[in-house]
Nanobody, 115 residues
Framework: QVQLVESGGGLVQPGGSLRLSCAASRSIFSFKSMGWYRQAPGQQRELVALRPNGGGINYADSVKGRFTLSRDSAKNTVYLQMSSLKPEDTADYYC?????????WGQGTQVTVSS
């Protein structure tokens, strides 16, 4: 059973930064893709950033230039560096990974952007 464990969420002021981490229970190269989604209260879950193995990173228009997806294969971990945060970035953030059988989700980590 694949486990994705997120960390790094919290409360930050507008304009601030946070880095989210997602540790996978197996090699990140065993997945077709890995990335992050988010879900704000009362809204549908939406893509934030997704990286297919061997492909370019797909970012939501709303986060381009502010968020960066990266990975550390030695730690089986992907990161989401979030900068210039806005109140509208407030949401639960979910790590996701897809292999050839199914899509996996982490438990979510809450990000609140507020003064």
């Amino acid at each position: 059973q694949v486990q994705l464990v997120e960390s790094g969420g919290g409360l930050v002021q507008p304009g601030g930064s946070l880095r989210l981490s997602c540790a996978a229970s197996r090699s990140i190269f065993s997945f077709k893709s890995m990335g992050w989604y988010r879900q704000a209260p009362g809204q549908q879950r939406e893509l934030v950033a997704l990286r297919p193995n061997g492909g370019g990173i797909n970012y939501a228009d709303s986060v381009k230039g502010r968020f960066t997806l990266s990975r550390d294969s030695a730690k089986n971990t992907v990161y989401l560096q979030m900068s210039s945060l806005k109140p509208e970035d407030t949401a639960d953030y979910y790590c996701t990974a897809e292999d050839y059988l199914r899509t996996y989700w982490g438990q979510g980590t809450q990000v609140t952007v507020s003064s």
